[in-house]
T-cell receptor, first 114, second 116 residues
Framework: DVKVTQSSRYLVKRTGEKVFLECVQD?????MFWYRQDPGLGLRLIYF???????EKGDIPEGYSVSREKKERFSLILESASTNQTSMYLC?????????????FGPGTRLLVL | AQTVTQSQPEMSVQEAETVTLSCTYD???????LFWYKQPPSRQMILVIR??????QNATENRFSVNFQKAAKSFSLKISDSQLGDTAMYFC?????????????FGQGTTLQVKP
């Protein structure tokens, strides 16, 4: 079974703090994704990575950055957390090449910024 | 730009009955994939069913089936013999088959409650 894990289920941070959200997958997937989930808005793509050290902006990248130094790990960084970044963050991974593959999701990190 | 719309924020159904969740999408692409994902309360999102646009036959997975109307750009999910474990938020999603990154575009989600 594909396993996608996220470093924290719940996180509380202060405005202005630097926040790291970690995601690890164990299926040697090329593609990894970070989404944020907000009520009534569904999931919106923040950033994705299709290879080590490769990244592309999604639909809402402002205020976020990412890092992918190893294939299995994809980190989301909030350089200076703000209250409007309070949300559920979901990581996903999928196999690359050929055609679109099913995305496998982690359990999510619920972030509260005070 | 592609969009996915789920117009039913919340739905409920009695156990053992059938329920249909609606999804419409907009795209100029001819080759794409559509998905329904399920997110149970406090649990991980999982794939329910997947439809390839070039296939005319509607996808089926046990009690879950879709009604894919390509011309109308409609992709509804039918859940038969609803079970309490079907209680979840359901997301409709789209991806361009010509993309090698598999980026998904999601709808707003429909919260389904199955009542005993």
């Amino acid at each position: 079974d594909v396993k996608v894990t996220q470093s924290s289920r719940y996180l509380v941070k202060r405005t202005g703090e630097k926040v790291f959200l970690e995601c690890v997958q164990d299926m040697d997937h090329e593609n990894m994704f970070w989404y944020r989930q907000d009520p009534g808005l569904g999931l919106r793509l923040i950033y994705f990575s299709y290879d080590v050290k490769m990244k592309e902006k999604g639909d809402i990248p402002e205020g976020y950055s990412v890092s992918r130094e190893k294939k299995e790990r994809f980190s989301l960084i909030l350089e200076s957390a703000s209250t409007n970044q309070t949300s559920m963050y979901l990581c996903a991974s999928s196999g690359g090449g050929g055609g679109p593959e099913t995305q496998y999701f982690g359990p999510g990190t619920r972030l509260l910024v005070l | 730009a592609q969009t996915v719309t789920q117009s039913q924020p919340e739905m409920s159904v009695q156990e053992a009955e059938t329920v249909t969740l609606s999804c419409t999408y907009d795209t100029s692409e001819s080759n794409y994939y559509l998905f329904w994902y399920k997110q149970p309360p406090s649990r991980q999102m999982i794939l329910v069913i997947r439809q390839e646009a070039y296939k005319q036959q509607n996808a089926t997975e046990n009690r879950f089936s879709v009604n894919f109307q390509k011309a109308a750009k409609s992709f509804s999910l039918k859940i038969s013999d609803s079970q309490l474990g079907d209680t979840a938020m359901y997301f409709c999603a789209f991806t361009d088959a010509n993309s090698n990154t598999g980026k998904l575009i999601f709808g707003q989600g429909t919260t389904l409650q199955v009542k005993p």
